[in-house]
Structure formats: structure tokens, C-alpha cells
């Protein structure tokens, strides 16, 4: 009997690209994000997998944000590579194979782990927050974006991602390798516990810990991420 299993054919049938009409951002895959791009966003570096149309990338311009975030990223030797999208056509964006969440804020605010952020609209503020109380505590330190306002995002997360609410006198504590963003209003704190050591072999000597406290939510993954300027030991 002849049939068409694992041919071309079947193999385009099943893989091939289809518009689905959702607008500027769409999934195409769950690793894959479309763009559907008339005008610019803001996309990390290199997470560009194809395009057609006209469309021309641009890298980050050095003055481009103020000499405050500049000065943040001179002086710290991180941050998020931003490249910009401009023109007309369908851009492909993914990174390492990550899964990918299309998040619509409407007047609101995120916090997003450097390494989480994979592209956003320019209608969007942002700002490079540090934290640089442990800094000197993890390998590379810890940076994340604050993006506010309304507009499309896209978030990545090492598989499904899980967002837990943080509700007044109930804290949650995650790993900060792990955590991926959370909600404007919570300010996290950093503690340590030099018992849990014993158990996870932190190369600082201590675990760390992200304390949560108030009203508003949380996303972890489960996965540790290797932070930016992380040196493999």
C-alpha cells in the first residue's frame, strides 16, 4: 500500500506556517513567536529565527534611553541586549527553544527576569532595575526590566510557567534562578537562609531567597536560568 506518512509532502502539511489572525504578536508555535510588524518593537538580540518583508534591525543606540540607564549598564557590565524592529513584513522570534507567553498589559506594570524578556511594543516604557544588594552574592547579580503601560510583551520561560498569587500576610519565597516576573506593585526582598546550603550546595555559601509580600503575583518556572556574566564553574 502506498501512502504519504513521514513524506515532504505530510511533513510541510504538518509544520508549515498559517495566519492565524490575532494581530501584531501571535504564537505560532508554543517556541515560536510571529510578529506581524508595521512599524517597530523592541526585541532581545539575536532571537531573530527569520522574517520576510522589509524589515531592518538596529542595535540599541548607546544614548538611546538617558545617561541614567546607560550609566547603569556601563557600570554594572549587564543588561538586556535590545534590538530594534523596524519596517513591514513577518518577523520570527525565539530563544533556546524556550516556551513563549503573549501578555497584553492595559495600564499596567511587570517586572520580567533580563533573561524572560523576548520582545515588546514601543508604545511600552522601560527600565533597567538592579539589585545590588546581591550583587556580590550571586555569580553575575541579578537585573530585571520594568515595563509599564499598554501594549503587547513576550515573556519566555524554561517549560510551562507557574504564576502564584502573593496575597497580604501569606509570603511567597522563590529561587531567583527561577523566578521569571511579577507584578509592578511587589517590591521582593532578598533573604538568606545559611541552612538550606547544606542541601543545594550554593556556591555563595547561602541560599537565597525572593520574598514576596503584599498583593499581586509571582511566574516561576522550574528551572534554575544562568544569569548574564554567570562564569561556569
Known sequence: ???????ISEFI???????????????ETPRLLEVNLNGQIWAKAGAMVSYRGNIKFEREGIFEHGIGRLFK????????PLMKANGNGKLYLAD?????????????????????????EPDLSWDIKLMRRIAGMMAGGLFHIKIEGTGMTAITTHYEPLTLAVVRGNPVFTDPNATVAWSGSLSPEFVTDVQLK????RGSGESIQ????????VVVQPYEEVYFGQSSE
Do not use: P, W
Open 96 to 120: 533556546a527553544g524556550k516556551k513563549i507567553s503573549i501578555l497584553n498589559l492595559k495600564n499596567d506594570s511587570l517586572f520580567v527576569n533580563g533573561n524572560n524578556l523576548l520582545a515588546f
Open 13 to 27: 502539511q504538518e509544520t508549515q506556517q498559517a495566519d492565524k489572525g490575532e494581530g501584531l504578536f501571535e504564537l
Open 210 to 217: 525572593m520574598k514576596f509580600e503584599g498583593e499581586g503575583f
Open 73 to 80: 549598564k556601563t557600570f554594572t557590565g549587564e543588561g538586556t
Open 1 to 7: 500500500m502506498v501512502h504519504n506518512r513521514y513524506s
Open 198 to 201: 547544606t542541601f543545594f550546595g
